[in-house]
């Protein structure tokens, strides 16, 4: 199949697809760059240096031929969110339209969007949440996600293509880019490594669902062969704090760290476990990496590629 692979010299796009190709597809990249590493881009795939509020996407879907638009083009940065939301905006909602716009006027199959579990419930009236529990973001960036979430539908229903929503719960592994806001496990290696001293804001306790981005990759292969428009959370139904987080981390590094507390984050929820069984009963899913394995391998690739 021909893919679209938006935001795809990103963490979590230069991972899917690596996998895409591995698989025999031929894959397009856009990614206008702003977080996004070229070096990233696996060379057998096209890259274009463009926003996805270009114009010129149409250009790229008629000379590629593209069936399936996976995107995970965004403003990621919930803090920045915070300070900006008219960015946020104008980066997840408007480009995201720009580009929906285009595919269905030229008929694609399939659209895969990389939405929010943590973001888009917002702080959680039940644990674990399911798709069905209440959303009530707490941020531009999680209100973004959900709005893209409810055009996809109007999308679905108007051109009759598949959309499917994949509601991730906070992704990490090796290439995720610690310099931002974004990837508390990807700042801590970067920081131990740095010699500088860990920060965490609140005390500590609060608790993520962290996923591997492997598991993540996964997903987003099986969500190829998924003929239904649906929404499914991608997470580990295990929620983790920070403080655990940063002890294991530091464990890997020999304990050579120390850390401060800061204050609270405005627009952070205190506790995110989200559940995942109905992508295991119906996109066959499962997540592979528990919290212990992920950290090891996350370290060890921090260890190799980030000098002192």
Request: glycine residues 6%; hydrophobic residues 35%.
């Amino acid at each position: 199949m021909n893919i679209l692979v938006t935001g795809g010299a990103g963490f979590i796009g230069s991972h899917i697809t690596d996998k895409y190709l591995e698989q025999g597809h031929n894959v397009v990249v856009v990614d206008n760059l702003s977080t996004g590493l070229k070096e990233n881009v696996n060379p057998k795939a096209k890259f274009y240096k463009l926003d996805v509020t270009h114009d010129n996407l149409s250009d790229i879907f008629d000379n590629h031929h593209i069936e399936i638009v996976n995107h995970h083009a965004a403003q990621i940065d919930l803090r920045k969110s915070v300070e900006d939301p008219v960015f946020d905006m104008k980066v997840n909602i408007e480009g995201s339209l720009n580009l929906f716009e285009v595919s269905c006027n030229h008929k694609i199959k399939k659209i895969i969007f990389a939405s929010s579990g943590g973001a888009v419930y917002g702080e959680q009236v039940s644990y674990p949440a399911d798709e069905q529990h209440p959303t009530n973001p707490i941020s531009p960036y999680g209100i973004s996600k959900l709005s893209v979430e409810k055009y996809l539908r109007f999308y679905a229903d108007k051109f009759n293509i598949s959309t499917i929503c994949l509601r991730y719960s906070n992704v990490y592994g090796p290439g995720q880019n610690p310099r931002g806001e974004a990837g508390v496990i990807s700042i801590f290696c970067r920081k131990i490594i740095k010699n500088q001293q860990s920060v965490i804001n609140g005390d500590g306790e609060q608790t993520r669902d962290f996923v591997f981005v492997d598991d993540v990759v996964n997903a987003n292969l099986l969500a190829l062969n998924y003929e239904n428009s649906d929404i499914f959370n991608i997470s580990t139904n295990i929620e983790t704090s920070v403080n655990r987080i940063y002890d294991i981390i530091n464990i890997h590094f020999g304990n050579k760290s120390k850390k401060k507390q800061n204050p609270e984050i405005f627009g952070e929820v205190k506790r995110s476990l989200i559940d995942n069984n109905r992508a295991l009963t119906f996109l066959k899913w499962n997540p592979v990496f528990d919290i212990e394995m992920g950290l090891k391998i996350t370290c060890d690739w921090f260890k190799q590629n980030v000098n002192n």
